[in-house]
């Protein structure tokens, strides 16, 4: 069993839709699972949608949800002739679900009804894309992840059950005759309310049911090369990594490189199931293999992360920076949701760097203000490199002013103005 991963960028036109049948055209013939994400930037408009429904602008709401309906049946329009009626059945089922619920007044929280609006994209980028690869001959079955994927109540961000997802997997795609298509981020309750598995998490979705089936492999398909060094768009030299380990895209992820969804990992590595990245648009192309495999003289791999934050604090009364305020801190991190991206310690000071949103750093601020007199500076960037060259963060900072720097044997960190 091969597991398949298609991104919002390889479903968001008419002609790409063409080329990821092409793909599976070639690999039909294996058993084979495909999850797709919604086309394009539906989620973020479709949270536009659910934003509008709870701030109580019902006609705005079913305003911004018609934008997304034709959008979907132009797409639908242009691929399918035989096929057409029956997709524009399903798609009128799925929109009707969502105009039901925009019809009616918020009573709940927000993140519920954020989830059972924003669950529709991934259902209706499957269902048009199913519809299409039978109309080309290309055999398929369509369900609806919502059946297998078994949530917890915690919207936005719910978490899976284990053992009833496992035994529905297994027992749809023993059932199943053809390739199946179904959706990433989502799932359900066991009171059938949809949830979400957090933004950009069809990558994880697509990890869970390579564990499960104990798939020989996991391709994710992007329209990018593979994994790069670095952002080419920030650097436009960044070369592809042939072959990298799971803990190093961990580390990259946890640095903030935008390669793969960090819960991705876990499920695959556990079973040292490997994991492609291959680029959709030429897939002839080598791409990535991550694995459990330690892959040697890697080149730099280097993180640009901008829009950071750097927080001093000094203790009031002179006291230590000992265990007593550092535990007091950490609480606080675990309550408002916050990882520091550096941090060090002195005698009787300490120095933060943190993403910039603002709202938090004001609650963090106001917290800590509490033990330290605390200062902010903002509009920083976090230059970070693994397997650094001697001289290569001075280098690439010069003529810029920093202001914190971490060295380790493996990672360089150099936060500056
Ligand atoms: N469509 C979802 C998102 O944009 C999930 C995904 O793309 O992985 O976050
Ligand atoms: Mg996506």
């Avoid at 639908?76 to 039901?100: G, I, M, P, R």
């Avoid at 298509?181 to 309310?193: A, C, H, R, Y």
């Avoid at 994880?204 to 990018?224: M, R």
């Avoid at 040697?296 to 006291?319: C, G, R, T, W, Y």
Wanted: hydrophobic share 40%; net charge negative; proline share 3%.
């Amino acid at each position: 069993m091969k597991v398949f991963k298609f991104g919002g960028a390889s479903v968001n036109s008419v002609d790409r839709i063409k080329q990821v049948a092409h793909i599976v055209d070639q690999h039909k013939d294996s058993p084979l699972v495909i999850i797709i994400s919604a086309m394009g930037k539906t989620t973020n408009a479709l949270e536009k949608v659910a934003e509008a429904f709870y701030a109580g602008a019902q006609q705005q709401a079913l305003d911004l949800f018609n934008v997304i309906k034709n959008q979907h049946l132009t797409t639908a329009k242009y691929l399918l002739v035989t096929h057409f009626n029956e997709c524009l059945s399903q798609l009128t089922d799925l929109f009707t679900e969502v105009e039901w619920l925009l019809h009616d007044k918020p009573v709940r929280n927000f993140d519920y009804y954020y989830d059972q609006v924003v669950c529709i994209g991934e259902l209706l980028s499957t269902s048009i894309i199913s519809h299409y690869l039978q109309e080309a001959g290309i055999a398929n079955e369509w369900l609806d992840v919502r059946d297998l994927i078994r949530t917890d109540n915690h919207f936005r961000n719910a978490n899976i059950d284990w053992a009833i997802t496992t035994e529905k997997i297994l027992q749809a795609t023993e059932d199943a005759g053809a390739p199946v298509i179904t959706q990433g981020f989502i799932g359900s309750t066991d009171e059938n309310e949809s949830t979400t598995l957090g933004r950009e998490g069809s990558d994880y979705t697509a990890a869970v049911f390579a564990n499960i089936l104990d798939a020989e492999s996991l391709t994710i398909w992007k329209d990018v090369e593979g994994v790069m060094n670095a952002d080419p768009k920030q650097f436009p030299d960044a070369q592809l990594l042939q072959s990298i380990s799971f803990t190093e895209v961990i580390e990259m992820a946890y640095y903030g490189a935008q390669v793969i969804h960090p819960k991705t990992i876990k499920p695959l590595q556990n079973k040292g199931i490997p994991l492609y990245v291959k680029c959709f648009l030429d897939p002839s192309l080598a791409g990535t293999v991550i694995s459990n495999k330690h892959a040697k003289n890697l080149p730099p791999i280097i993180v640009l992360k901008e829009n950071q934050a750097l927080m001093h604090l000094h203790s009031q009364d002179f006291s230590f920076v000992g265990e007593q305020p550092m535990s007091n801190l950490y609480k606080i991190f675990a309550q408002l949701n916050i990882t520091p991206n550096l941090l060090q310690t002195g005698a009787v000071s300490l120095q933060l760097c943190l993403d910039d949103h603002s709202d938090k750093i004001e609650q963090l601020a106001a917290a800590a203000g509490a033990t330290f007199d605390v200062s902010v500076e903002k509009g920083l960037t976090l230059l970070t490199i693994r397997h650094y060259k001697a001289g290569q963060a001075a280098e690439m900072t010069a003529g810029k002013t920093p202001l914190l720097i971490q060295q380790t044997q493996e990672t360089v960190q150099v936060l500056f103005r």
